[in-house]
């Protein structure tokens, strides 16, 4: 995938430490990690990505 495709949250700083993600298709996005960008990313569908957010979310509000 074309390295400009990748995108990181706002709130990253400039260290490579950091979740990336990329749209590979409709409904479809890949995550990797910006530090082992040649190793194989991990495909997501939007819904279960957003699901997974909200967790994080929610354990975020809980603790």
Do not use: I, Q
């Given at each position: 995938?074309d390295?400009?495709?990748?995108?990181?949250s706002?709130?990253?700083t400039?260290?490579?430490?950091?979740?990336?993600?990329?749209?590979?298709?409709p409904?479809?996005?890949a995550?990797?990690?910006?530090?082992?960008?040649?190793?194989p990313?991990?495909?997501?569908?939007s819904?279960?990505?957003?699901?997974f957010?909200s967790?994080?979310?929610?354990?975020?509000?809980?603790?």
């Amino acid at each position: 995938m074309d390295r400009s495709a990748w995108r990181r949250s706002s709130y990253s700083t400039g260290a490579n430490n950091c979740v990336e993600y990329a749209r590979t298709g409709p409904g479809r996005l890949a995550v990797r990690d910006s530090k082992e960008v040649r190793r194989p990313s991990l495909p997501f569908s939007s819904g279960a990505w957003t699901a997974f957010l909200s967790a994080l979310r929610e354990r975020e509000r809980a603790h």
